[in-house]
Protein backbone atom coordinates (compact mmCIF):
# COMPACT_ATOMS: atom_id res chain seq x y z
CA UNK A 1 0.00 0.00 0.00
CA UNK A 2 1.04 3.54 -1.39
CA UNK A 3 2.46 5.98 1.89
CA UNK A 4 0.82 9.19 1.20
CA UNK A 5 1.98 12.84 3.34
CA UNK A 6 -0.21 15.16 1.59
CA UNK A 7 1.01 18.37 1.51
CA UNK A 8 -1.84 20.72 0.29
CA UNK A 9 -5.03 20.04 2.41
CA UNK A 10 -7.68 22.45 3.55
CA UNK A 11 -9.75 22.21 6.36
CA UNK A 12 -12.26 23.91 7.46
CA UNK A 13 -15.40 24.71 10.09
CA UNK A 14 -17.43 27.46 9.09
CA UNK A 15 -18.92 27.61 12.57
CA UNK A 16 -15.38 28.90 13.95
CA UNK A 17 -14.34 30.90 10.84
CA UNK A 18 -16.01 32.39 8.11
CA UNK A 19 -14.59 31.87 4.36
CA UNK A 20 -16.96 33.79 2.12
CA UNK A 21 -15.86 32.32 -1.37
CA UNK A 22 -16.88 28.96 -0.58
CA UNK A 23 -20.90 30.31 -1.03
CA UNK A 24 -20.61 30.33 -4.17
CA UNK A 25 -20.14 26.42 -4.31
CA UNK A 26 -22.55 24.38 -2.82
CA UNK A 27 -20.62 21.23 -2.33
CA UNK A 28 -18.18 23.15 -0.71
CA UNK A 29 -20.26 24.96 1.66
CA UNK A 30 -19.61 22.50 4.66
CA UNK A 31 -17.56 21.40 7.14
CA UNK A 32 -14.04 19.43 6.35
CA UNK A 33 -12.21 17.71 9.27
CA UNK A 34 -9.34 16.28 9.48
CA UNK A 35 -11.34 12.45 10.37
CA UNK A 36 -13.44 12.86 6.35
CA UNK A 37 -10.18 13.94 4.59
CA UNK A 38 -8.56 10.83 5.96
CA UNK A 39 -11.77 9.15 4.52
CA UNK A 40 -11.01 10.07 1.07
CA UNK A 41 -7.46 7.57 0.98
CA UNK A 42 -9.24 4.45 1.01
CA UNK A 43 -6.57 2.51 -1.09
CA UNK A 44 -3.70 3.94 0.37
CA UNK A 45 -1.84 4.75 3.71
CA UNK A 46 -2.03 8.47 4.77
CA UNK A 47 1.31 9.20 7.04
CA UNK A 48 -0.36 12.69 7.63
CA UNK A 49 -0.61 16.28 5.66
CA UNK A 50 -0.06 20.14 5.81
CA UNK A 51 -2.81 21.91 6.35
CA UNK A 52 -2.62 25.06 4.16
CA UNK A 53 -4.92 28.32 4.61
CA UNK A 54 -8.01 28.90 3.10
CA UNK A 55 -8.16 32.74 2.22
CA UNK A 56 -10.24 33.02 5.39
CA UNK A 57 -12.45 35.95 6.06
CA UNK A 58 -10.81 35.90 9.38
CA UNK A 59 -7.43 34.80 9.79
CA UNK A 60 -6.69 35.46 13.57
CA UNK A 61 -9.84 32.73 14.02
CA UNK A 62 -8.38 30.28 10.95
CA UNK A 63 -5.24 30.62 13.10
CA UNK A 64 -6.31 29.32 16.01
CA UNK A 65 -8.16 26.16 14.34
CA UNK A 66 -5.07 25.19 12.63
CA UNK A 67 -3.11 25.29 15.60
CA UNK A 68 -5.57 23.17 17.54
CA UNK A 69 -5.43 20.80 13.82
CA UNK A 70 -1.28 20.97 14.86
CA UNK A 71 -2.10 19.66 18.76
CA UNK A 72 -4.30 17.00 17.65
CA UNK A 73 -3.80 15.69 14.27
CA UNK A 74 -0.15 16.59 14.17
CA UNK A 75 -0.27 17.96 11.24
CA UNK A 76 1.81 20.71 9.54
CA UNK A 77 0.95 24.59 9.07
CA UNK A 78 1.01 26.56 5.55
CA UNK A 79 -0.80 29.59 7.27
CA UNK A 80 -0.56 33.27 5.99
CA UNK A 81 0.80 35.17 8.99
CA UNK A 82 4.05 35.48 10.28
CA UNK A 83 3.14 35.84 13.93
CA UNK A 84 3.18 32.04 13.86
CA UNK A 85 6.50 31.55 12.50
CA UNK A 86 7.41 29.25 15.20
CA UNK A 87 4.52 27.00 14.03
CA UNK A 88 4.42 26.89 10.86
CA UNK A 89 6.58 25.02 7.92
CA UNK A 90 5.32 26.82 5.13
CA UNK A 91 3.98 30.28 4.02
CA UNK A 92 1.12 31.57 1.53
CA UNK A 93 -0.52 34.14 0.18
CA UNK A 94 -3.74 33.96 -2.11
CA UNK A 95 -2.42 35.46 -5.39
CA UNK A 96 -3.80 33.09 -8.27
CA UNK A 97 -7.14 35.21 -7.26
CA UNK A 98 -5.97 38.46 -6.28
CA UNK A 99 -6.01 42.01 -8.06
CA UNK A 100 -2.43 42.09 -7.29
CA UNK A 101 -1.86 38.49 -8.73
CA UNK A 102 2.19 38.32 -9.46
CA UNK A 103 2.97 41.80 -9.22
CA UNK A 104 2.62 41.17 -5.08
CA UNK A 105 5.70 38.86 -4.97
CA UNK A 106 7.69 42.89 -5.83
CA UNK A 107 5.88 44.79 -3.52
CA UNK A 108 8.15 46.29 -0.46
CA UNK A 109 6.32 44.77 2.16
CA UNK A 110 6.33 41.54 0.84
CA UNK A 111 10.08 41.46 0.21
CA UNK A 112 10.36 42.03 3.64
CA UNK A 113 8.35 38.99 4.61
CA UNK A 114 10.84 37.17 2.00
CA UNK A 115 13.63 38.32 4.20
CA UNK A 116 12.02 36.57 7.35
CA UNK A 117 10.92 33.43 5.58
CA UNK A 118 14.35 32.54 4.30
CA UNK A 119 16.02 33.60 7.65
CA UNK A 120 13.72 31.37 9.57
CA UNK A 121 13.83 28.60 6.92
CA UNK A 122 10.16 28.80 6.17
CA UNK A 123 9.08 27.45 2.87
CA UNK A 124 7.23 30.36 0.46
CA UNK A 125 4.19 28.49 -1.66
CA UNK A 126 3.08 30.26 -4.51
CA UNK A 127 0.17 29.80 -6.26
CA UNK A 128 -0.12 31.43 -9.53
CA UNK A 129 -2.32 31.79 -12.96
CA UNK A 130 -0.81 29.95 -15.75
CA UNK A 131 -0.30 33.45 -17.59
CA UNK A 132 1.48 34.67 -14.60
CA UNK A 133 4.16 32.45 -14.09
CA UNK A 134 7.01 34.85 -16.27
CA UNK A 135 6.77 36.88 -12.89
CA UNK A 136 8.11 33.85 -11.02
CA UNK A 137 11.85 34.02 -13.18
CA UNK A 138 12.87 37.51 -11.99
CA UNK A 139 11.96 36.20 -8.40
CA UNK A 140 13.66 33.17 -8.24
CA UNK A 141 16.72 35.34 -9.50
CA UNK A 142 16.41 37.80 -6.57
CA UNK A 143 16.06 35.28 -3.96
CA UNK A 144 18.05 32.19 -4.53
CA UNK A 145 18.31 31.19 -0.90
CA UNK A 146 15.01 30.76 -1.04
CA UNK A 147 12.81 27.63 -0.64
CA UNK A 148 9.95 27.77 -2.82
CA UNK A 149 7.39 25.62 -4.20
CA UNK A 150 4.74 25.99 -7.11
CA UNK A 151 1.40 25.19 -5.80
CA UNK A 152 -0.67 23.10 -8.37
CA UNK A 153 2.10 22.46 -10.86
CA UNK A 154 1.42 26.51 -11.54
CA UNK A 155 -2.45 25.59 -12.70
CA UNK A 156 -1.54 24.70 -16.12
CA UNK A 157 -4.80 25.02 -18.58
CA UNK A 158 -4.65 23.46 -22.28
CA UNK A 159 -5.56 26.21 -24.00
CA UNK A 160 -2.22 27.75 -22.94
CA UNK A 161 -0.03 25.10 -22.53
CA UNK A 162 2.50 25.81 -25.10
CA UNK A 163 3.10 29.11 -23.24
CA UNK A 164 2.76 27.34 -19.97
CA UNK A 165 5.67 24.86 -21.07
CA UNK A 166 8.04 27.40 -22.22
CA UNK A 167 7.33 29.42 -18.69
CA UNK A 168 7.94 26.01 -16.73
CA UNK A 169 11.37 25.51 -18.96
CA UNK A 170 12.78 28.62 -17.69
CA UNK A 171 11.98 27.60 -14.06
CA UNK A 172 13.42 24.47 -14.31
CA UNK A 173 17.37 26.48 -13.84
CA UNK A 174 16.20 27.04 -10.18
CA UNK A 175 17.30 24.63 -7.47
CA UNK A 176 15.17 26.00 -5.15
CA UNK A 177 12.26 25.40 -6.89
CA UNK A 178 10.05 22.61 -6.14
CA UNK A 179 6.86 21.78 -7.58
CA UNK A 180 3.89 20.54 -6.10
CA UNK A 181 2.18 17.97 -7.84
CA UNK A 182 -1.27 18.88 -6.45
CA UNK A 183 -4.32 18.90 -8.41
CA UNK A 184 -5.34 22.40 -9.97
CA UNK A 185 -8.88 23.62 -8.74
CA UNK A 186 -10.55 23.35 -12.58
CA UNK A 187 -9.19 19.42 -13.19
CA UNK A 188 -12.30 17.32 -12.01
CA UNK A 189 -13.16 13.68 -13.81
CA UNK A 190 -14.05 15.35 -17.75
CA UNK A 191 -10.27 16.47 -17.77
CA UNK A 192 -8.47 14.91 -20.70
CA UNK A 193 -6.48 12.41 -18.99
CA UNK A 194 -4.24 12.47 -22.45
CA UNK A 195 -3.42 16.35 -21.18
CA UNK A 196 -3.01 15.25 -17.36
CA UNK A 197 -0.54 12.58 -18.68
CA UNK A 198 1.33 15.06 -21.16
CA UNK A 199 1.58 17.21 -18.13
CA UNK A 200 3.10 14.85 -16.10
CA UNK A 201 5.87 13.56 -18.33
CA UNK A 202 6.61 17.31 -19.41
CA UNK A 203 7.44 17.97 -15.81
CA UNK A 204 9.10 14.67 -15.14
CA UNK A 205 11.15 15.78 -18.53
CA UNK A 206 12.65 19.12 -17.05
CA UNK A 207 12.18 18.69 -13.14
CA UNK A 208 14.52 15.78 -11.19
CA UNK A 209 11.78 13.91 -9.31
CA UNK A 210 13.60 15.30 -6.01
CA UNK A 211 11.63 18.31 -6.52
CA UNK A 212 8.19 17.15 -6.62
CA UNK A 213 5.71 17.18 -3.56
CA UNK A 214 2.25 15.30 -3.87
CA UNK A 215 -0.69 17.18 -2.69
CA UNK A 216 -4.50 16.48 -3.02
CA UNK A 217 -5.97 19.99 -3.06
CA UNK A 218 -8.90 18.23 -1.28
CA UNK A 219 -11.63 19.57 -1.05
CA UNK A 220 -11.60 22.17 -3.59
CA UNK A 221 -9.89 20.05 -6.37
CA UNK A 222 -12.84 18.23 -8.29
CA UNK A 223 -10.72 15.14 -8.13
CA UNK A 224 -11.12 13.36 -4.90
CA UNK A 225 -7.58 12.89 -3.16
CA UNK A 226 -8.37 9.02 -4.11
CA UNK A 227 -8.70 9.80 -7.69
CA UNK A 228 -5.98 12.35 -8.14
CA UNK A 229 -3.41 9.72 -6.86
CA UNK A 230 -4.83 6.82 -9.24
CA UNK A 231 -3.93 9.03 -11.86
CA UNK A 232 -0.49 9.83 -10.92
CA UNK A 233 -0.07 6.04 -10.39
CA UNK A 234 -1.64 5.15 -13.67
CA UNK A 235 0.34 7.32 -15.99
CA UNK A 236 3.57 5.89 -14.74
CA UNK A 237 5.25 8.48 -15.51
CA UNK A 238 7.69 8.71 -12.26
CA UNK A 239 10.35 5.59 -11.11
CA UNK A 240 11.08 7.12 -7.22
CA UNK A 241 7.33 7.06 -5.71
CA UNK A 242 8.00 6.98 -2.44
CA UNK A 243 10.07 10.41 -2.80
CA UNK A 244 7.07 12.13 -4.57
CA UNK A 245 4.35 10.67 -2.24
CA UNK A 246 5.80 11.39 0.91
CA UNK A 247 10.07 11.28 1.66
CA UNK A 248 10.60 15.08 -0.49
CA UNK A 249 7.95 16.87 1.65
CA UNK A 250 8.90 15.49 5.20
CA UNK A 251 12.46 16.72 3.76
CA UNK A 252 11.21 19.79 2.68
CA UNK A 253 8.73 21.19 5.48
CA UNK A 254 10.93 20.40 8.65
CA UNK A 255 10.15 23.60 10.23
CA UNK A 256 7.28 24.14 12.72
Known amino acids: ???????????????EFPISWVNSYKELNQNFDFNKARKEYKDFKLLGAMYVETNSDNKDKENLFALKLKKLYGLKLCLADLR????????????????KGAKRLFESDFKEIVKILEKAQIVLEICLKNRELGFLEKFLEENLNLKVVLDHMGNPEI?????????????KKFPNLYIKLSSPDSFSIQTSQEFIFELFLFLKENFSEDKFLFGSNYPVSKLNPNEWV?????SE?????DAIFYK????????G
Open 1 to 15: MQKIFDAHLHLWNLQ
Open 84 to 99: YKEEICAFREVMHISQ
Open 159 to 171: SCFCDYKKDLKRL
Open 230 to 234: NLILK
Open 237 to 241: TFKYL
Open 248 to 255: NALELYKG
